[in-house]
């Protein structure tokens, strides 16, 4: 790959030494520093005067603290003289606030897309987006990639009775993803119903005359005797996957996999999956920084290697190549 820097960032550096040892070319040099006053600053250790730049940078926990070294570091390409500078973002910083959900919200995504922009950004490599629409938020082409191909392989390799199983979805939003993993697998799917309704609160309680909110569960589909293969993209909180995980069980499911392409798993998340006996495993890829901590405190995380994906997309792109055989087959 002639005329080319990879630089990479400190967000998730595990991530980025597997891409980087994939394509078989050292990682550029660039120095971050940062003050006493928590300024960051970057320095571009290489000429990059008419090159393609890439850089690799990941949401994390110290989301704001990366999100702005990304940003430092576009800019400093970009008054090099890049010829052209790609984000190479496995998972988008702040891309579950991409709609106005309060009357006076902020849609956060687009701001995102905004400064990486005026940083000087010419081209975003992602994957799995929580919403599509955030491919518009750009006036630069965005390549959304996807983690199906990858995560139907890994079914098929470490379940050899896999198509004993249905995918689940655990509300009405996942279904499409859902959909489209059952027929790549050629299995059936499920969908759990959510209805949420009103109750007053017991005499006897601290709340007393106010309103509760319960929330009751319906499975539309088949699942006794099965293996459950709970998709959705993101795993943050637990609540909604733990008491979908328990109603797949109350309904006769043999196993239940949570599968997701990016694993937060903030706060308890990890201690609270350990604890419940309905979830057998988490399976997760590893576009999202995990502490080894973490790791070391859970015997159901499971990790899928999607640097293969990002490399190959880095390769294509750079090249002029066509990137659409990534959406179908796993690297």
């Not at 660039?30 to 320095?43: D, G, H, L, Q």
């Not at 909604?240 to 196993?255: Q, V």
Request: net charge neutral.
């Amino acid at each position: 790959m002639r005329r080319v820097k990879i630089f990479t960032g400190s967000s998730h550096p595990e991530l980025s030494a597997l891409i980087i040892d994939r394509l078989g070319i050292p990682a550029a040099p660039a120095t971050m520093k940062r003050f006493s006053n928590a300024e960051t600053a970057v320095e571009i250790g290489v000429s990059v005067r008419n090159e393609d730049v890439y850089i690799i940078q990941s949401g994390s926990m110290a989301i704001n603290d990366h999100l702005m070294e990304l940003l430092i570091m576009i800019n400093a390409c970009k008054i090099a003289s890049a010829r052209r500078i790609t984000a190479v973002l496995p998972y988008f910083p702040y891309n579950k606030q991409s709609k106005k959900k309060k009357a006076r919200g902020a849609i956060t995504a687009k701001l995102v897309a905004n400064m990486l922009a005026t940083a000087g950004v010419d081209h975003i490599i992602t994957m799995d987006l929580h919403s599509s629409q955030i491919q518009g938020f750009f006036k630069s082409p965005v390549d959304n990639l996807v983690a199906e191909p990858c995560i139907a392989r890994y079914i098929r390799e470490r379940f050899p009775n896999y198509q004993n199983g249905v995918v689940i979805s655990k509300n009405a939003g996942g279904a499409k993803r859902v959909t489209s993993l059952a027929d790549k697998l050629g299995i059936d799917f499920a969908l759990i119903h959510r209805e949420r309704y009103h109750i007053n609160q017991p005499a006897h309680s601290k709340d007393d005359g106010l309103e509760g909110i319960e929330t009751r569960l319906t499975l539309v589909g088949d699942v006794k005797d099965k293996i459950c293969f709970m998709l959705d993209d993101i795993i943050d909180g637990t609540h909604s996957f733990l008491d979908s995980s328990e109603h797949l069980k109350r309904c006769g499911a043999y196993k239940v996999y949570i599968i997701a392409t990016h694993g937060i798993l903030s706060g308890n998340a990890v201690q609270e999956i350990e604890e419940c006996e309905a979830v057998d495993e988490v399976i997760v890829t590893n576009t999202y920084p995990f502490p080894d901590w973490k790791q070391a405190a859970s015997k159901k995380l499971h990790f899928i290697d999607i640097s293969g994906v990002l490399a190959e997309a880095i390769r294509r792109t750079h090249n002029g190549e066509s990137i659409s055989y990534l959406f179908h087959t796993a690297i």
